[in-house]
């Protein structure tokens, strides 16, 4: 998903998600989806710095965060 975004995007991506500050209400609630959430927060920065140049986090509220990340190459045309 990662990399389709930094293909098309001309100049950022902006992602808004949780930060690594979790509750215990997140905890669980995650817990009860049996989703990958708690590996794919600890994953999230490493993925997204190998496929954009890059990737910065700005903290927006308690446990939520913005990650600003910049492709490789400035894309020309439309996409």
Known sequence: MY???SRITRHFVII????????LLVNIAEWLEGGDYFNFIKKAQDEMKEVFDEVRIVNVGSRAACNICRPFAEKKGPC
């Open 16 to 23: 808004n998600d949780y930060n690594e500050k979790r509750s």
């Open 3 to 5: 990399a389709e975004m």
